[in-house]
C-alpha cells in the first residue's frame, strides 16, 4: 500500500464530504478520493464570466432552527453555514393551464390553500395531510424509538402509512381525491425525484412534501460555500483530500475491506471504505466474486432516475423577474404529468411537457452570483438519457459540433418556452450553457446520466434501497443509493455510513 487510513472515502459528494468530516472528527484519519476536478459532486458549482451556477441545489428543507440538515451542520462544526430562505408563502408555484397554486411553508396552510380552492375535497385533504405527517414521523423516527411513548406514537400511525408502503403516488393520489387539478396540485414537486406519479412511491413523495414544510432555503453565496465549509473542516481535521483520483478498485480480500486502487495505479489501505459512488458502481469495484447472490440479482434489476437538462443563464438587469421572485416555477402543460413524464415525451425535448423556473440571484441577492446589477436564470426539465449516451465519457468542452448543435436548439426551444414566465427573456440573455446528462456523468459518474440517482420506485424505497453497511465486513454507502436523493437525504446517508463505519471500528 502507499499509504495507509482508517478510513477511505470514494467520492466527494454531499454524502462523502458529511461521513468524512464524522469520521473526522472522531479522530479516524480519513482520505477523500475524488474522481473529478473539483469537490462536491453536486454541489460543486462553476462560473462562466463572473456568472456562478449551482447545477444540483435549488433549494433544500430543513435549513430552519431545529430543523434536521441545520442541526446535522451543527453537530459538524458548521454553525457558520448560513442560509436564505425563499418566499415563505410561496417557495413553489405550480402551474398548469388552467390551474395553479403556491407551496408554502407549514403543511396545513398549503393544505387550507388546496382545500379553499377545492372544497369538496376538504375532507380527502385532511386524510392525505395526515398521512403525509404519519410517514414523515414513521420514516424519521423508525431507528429512534427509545421510550413506550414514542412506540406508542410510531404503533399508532403504523397501519396507515404501512397500508401506502407499496403504492404508487398515483394510487395514493386515485384514493383520496376525484378532481385532476387536485391531484396535479400534489404531485407538483413531482421533478424534484424525477418520476412520474404512476411510478413514483407514495412514501417517497410524501416525505418530499413534507421535507419542506418548515420552509425552503438556499445555502448564502450558492452550494460552493456550503462544499468549502466541509473541505475547510476536513483538513482542520488533519484530513487528507485528493483531486482527479478516480478509485477502480475496492480492495477486499474475502473477509475483509484492505483499501482500495485508483486509476493512476496508487493502492491506499484502509479496513473502512465509504463509498459515495452508485451503489452498482460501488458493487462493480468489489468484483462480482465476491458479492452475495442476492444482492447480484437486486443490481441488476436496478433502475436509475430521468437524466436532467439545465439551461444556465447570465441575464441582464433589464429583465423584470420580480414577479417570480425567489420562487421556483413548475410550469406544466397539462394535469396529467404521468403522459408528460411518459418514456415516449422523455426521449426527444421537444415533447417534454414540464420544467421548472427558477432565478437564482433573488433567492439569494447579496450571494455573489452574478455580477453586480445582472441577474441568473435556471431552466432544468428532465429528459430520457439514450439520446445523450454517445456522449457519455467524452470530454466537456470537447465532444463536437453535434453535440454542441444540439445544446443550442435545446437551449432556444426551453428559453422560448420560459418566455411565458419571464416575458423578453430571450432579448436579456448574456450568457448561455447548457447541462446534459452527459454533463451529469462527467461532473458526477451519474449512472445513465441520471439527475437523481436509483429511481424512487416502490420497489426502490427504502427499506429496498441499498443499506449504508455493505453485506461486506469494511464496506459502507453513502449518496443517493441509500434513503433518497437530494443534498439532506444524502447528507443523512453519509451520516448513517461514518455512524456505522465507527461502531464497527470500535471508536463510536
Ligand atoms: C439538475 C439537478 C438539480 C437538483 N436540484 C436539487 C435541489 O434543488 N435540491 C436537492 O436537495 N437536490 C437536488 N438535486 C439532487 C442532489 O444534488 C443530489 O441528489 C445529491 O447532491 C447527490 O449527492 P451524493 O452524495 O449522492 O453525491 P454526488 O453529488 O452524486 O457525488 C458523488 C461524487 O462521487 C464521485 N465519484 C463517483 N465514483 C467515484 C470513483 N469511482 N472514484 C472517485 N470518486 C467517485 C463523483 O465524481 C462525485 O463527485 C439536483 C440534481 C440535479 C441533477
Partial sequence: MDEQYDVVVVGSGIGGLVAALTCARSGQSVLVLEAGKQFGGYTNPFARKKFNFDPGLHYIGQCQRGGSFRRLLDRLGLEHVDFAEL???????????????????????????????????RRGLDRFFKLIEDVDYTL???????????GLSMARRLPSVLRWSRASLGDCLDHYFTEPQLKAALAGPVGDLGLPPSRMSAWMHMALLAHYAGGAFVPRGGAGHLRDAFVEALEGHGAMLLRNRRVEQILYDGQQVRGVRTAKGETFGATQVISNASATATYGMVGEDHLPRRLMRKLRNTEYSYGSICIFMGVDGALDTSQIGSTNVWNYDSTDIDALFSEQAMGDYRNIGGYFLTVPTNKDPGGGLAPEGMQTVEIVALCGHEPFASWYGEKSMKRGEDYEALKADIADHFIERAEKHLPGLSDHVVLREVGTPATNVSYTLAPEGSAYGLAHTVDQTPPFRFGARAPLDGLYLCGASVI???????AASGRMAAKYALQDAGTA
Fill in 140 to 150: 424519521s423516527n423508525a431507528m429512534k424509538v427509545r421510550s413506550a411513548r414514542a
Fill in 484 to 490: 433518497s436523493a437530494g443534498i439532506v437525504a444524502c
Fill in 87 to 121: 418566499d415563505p408563502d410561496g417557495f413553489d408555484h405550480y402551474v398548469f393551464p388552467d390551474y395553479d397554486v403556491k407551496n408554502c411553508k407549514g403543511l396545513d396552510r398549503f393544505r387550507d390553500r388546496l382545500a379553499a380552492d377545492f372544497p369538496r375535497e
